[in-house]
């Protein structure tokens, strides 16, 4: 890389001043504008001394070593120091280097997202935790992780209990059940029990009935088949997005290992019992109490998840970390069931909750929702297909699809997701600087244009020339692996998402003043073109998303 040349320039420089500074600690910034050099660096601010007058030793120390590379060097700022390099510098093919962030193929990490309740509704909550969580699993795997993507979904619980119920007074024979008339049944008790206070004594006894597994043979049936019927219906949508989890985990596989867990912990502390029901008092560690068993004698969700982590170290004993994607409301509840698990455990856990904001549809293109508050995923999903369906009419259903599901991801991936996303339908979906289109539409113009000349007959290397652009796709190419590093360690795709962005818009610029076919330097631009394709292909795969072939 580029910058590690940089690196150890003022790693030497600093040892003839007299500075110990770890290598990995000096900074090297790419300049967006070349009048203000290519690279700078803030280290001359670091080292206890005047950063101006000490930027200055450092610029006299790299400009006596007389480095080939380096063309000249300026303070700025008040002690950043700027470095303008040659062009020759620059133009020599370098491979996308992953390798030296590259990790193991044993270092095994869970990545846990979507994870929809059968019987209710998936809604775009559910679609933009698939999203980030397919993409922070995918960031992971390009560098090497031994990645498994999990699901853990509520089967259990008052919700099942509303859509039963809810079936039973609609009176929908099971022969009849589909996944629309499940949710709406569900929907139909919470508006019932808002106006008859019966209704919630009734979801109650069902619900303790299925923890105790003694509800009826009818109730069963329900059950049963809406499972199974929420299960496919997810899958279907996963097929769509692109993803494939690994394993399912349910409410109740863990809900009874939890519980015993939890009376267990009661006996030495580190729960309570407080108006018969058990809770732990987070106020000890600056955090809310919450219930986790109710004076009902059934668990809520905090004993599923004390039940689900230690079901996961015995299914995965050898992850050495378990991310789990959630939206912000539940960042609360993370916090103290994972103050329990601590308790319990007696160290620290191996969980790292990413939290998100809200998406809403915004803008163009908005949509209504069936359930009159919650829009769906597979309504927004079938939203966007519909329109890249208009815009594209001779492409197939495939490719359609996988156009529409880059919009919606880049459309959620290119914001900072810890706040809110505000997603607009037509703007997404448009060619137009920083949608998913743009990029795929990059690529294949990358494709289109490498198609025309076979690649074995391209060298192996790059001559500067007069193009002010190639210098600049060539510092971007340089960042990649850096880039790609960055993203995973702060689980942040939107920093990955916003380079390609960045790659496409100089390399769409150069090759609208560039001729490349028939010119003097053309196998030097086809390698610059194959270098862009490269790293577009590998940093969309990176972001979980998928590429077509033709726009």
């Known amino acids: 890389m580029l910058k590690d040349n940089l690196r150890d320039y003022i790693h030497t420089a600093l040892l003839s001043l007299n500075i110990k500074k770890p290598k990995e600690d000096i900074q090297i910034d790419t300049q967006q504008h070349s009048k203000f050099g290519d690279y ?20 006299d120390e790299i400009l006596k070593a007389n480095h080939d590379s380096v063309k000249s060097v300026e303070v700025a700022g008040g002690g950043f120091v700027n470095f303008y390099l040659y062009d020759k510098f620059f133009c020599v093919k370098r491979e996308t280097n992953k390798s030296r962030y590259k990790q193991k193929k044993n270092n095994q990490v869970l990545v846990e997202y979507t994870d929809p309740n059968p019987f209710k509704v998936f809604h775009i909550g559910h679609l933009m935790t698939n999203i980030i969580g397919e993409a922070v699993a995918s960031l992971y795997e390009s560098l090497g992780y031994k990645v498994v993507r999990l699901c853990y979904q509520g089967d259990v619980g008052p919700h099942v209990s509303k859509a039963i119920l809810g079936v039973v007074k609609k009176n929908i024979k099971t022969k009849d059940l589909s996944v629309k008339n499940i949710a709406e049944s569900y929907t139909y008790i919470n508006k019932m029990e808002k106006e008859d206070p019966s209704i919630s004594g009734q979801i109650t006894s069902i619900t303790q009935d299925m923890y105790a597994k003694t509800m009826s043979q009818h109730y069963n049936n329900i059950y049963r088949i809406g499972k199974d019927l929420s299960m496919e219906h997810f899958k279907e949508l996963y097929d769509i997005l692109g993803t494939k989890f ?10 009874e290992s939890g519980t015993e867990i939890v009376l267990k912990n009661l006996k030495n502390g580190v729960f309570n019992n407080s108006d018969e029901a058990v809770v732990y ?22 004993t599923k998840e004390i039940g689900l982590y230690f079901q996961k170290i015995k299914t995965y004993p050898k992850a ?39 998406m809403k549809i915004t803008g163009s293109g908005k949509i209504s929702s069936r359930e009159g508050n919650v829009i769906s995923g597979e309504e927004l999903l079938k939203k966007v297909i519909q329109e890249v369906s208009k815009k594209n009419p001779k492409l197939n259903e495939q ?24 997603f607009d339908i037509k703007q997404e979906i448009s060619l137009t600087k920083g949608s998913g289109p743009y990029l ?19 060298v192996n290397f790059l001559l500067p020339n007069s193009s002010y652009a190639n210098k ?80």
């Open 40 to 59: 700078s660096t803030n280290i001359a601010f670091l080292c206890g001394k005047n950063p101006t007058e000490f930027a200055e030793k450092i610029k």
């Open 246 to 255: 690994d394993n399912h985990f349910f409410e109740s596989e863990v809900y």
């Open 281 to 302: 008092e987070g106020k000890k560690k600056k955090l809310n109490t919450r219930v986790f068993i109710t004076s009902k004698n059934t668990p809520t969700y905090e």
């Open 320 to 358: 050495t970390l378990s991310i789990i994607i959630t939206a912000n409301e539940q960042d609360n509840f993370f916090k103290v069931v994972n103050a329990a698990l601590e308790d319990i455990i007696g160290q620290k856990t191996k969980t790292l909750n990413i939290t998100h904001g809200v």
């Open 399 to 422: 490719e359609i699809k996988t156009i529409a599901v880059s919009a919606i991801k880049v459309g959620v991936l290119r914001q900072e997701y810890t706040k809110d996303i505000h």
């Open 440 to 458: 795929l539409y990059s690529l294949v113009r990358c494709k289109g244009i490498l198609s025309k000349k076979p690649l074995w007959k391209i």
């Open 472 to 551: 600049e796709i060539l510092k971007e190419l340089d960042q990649y692996s850096e880039i790609l590093k960055s993203a995973k360690e702060k689980n942040s795709p939107h920093h990955l998402v916003q380079y390609l962005i960045r790659l496409s818009s100089l390399f769409n610029s150069w090759y609208a003043k560039e001729k490349i076919i028939g010119t003097k330097y053309q196998n030097q631009k086809l390698l610059l073109v194959n270098m862009v394709k490269e790293t577009l292909e590998d940093g969309l795969c990176a972001c979980g998303i998928k590429k077509v072939n033709r726009m």
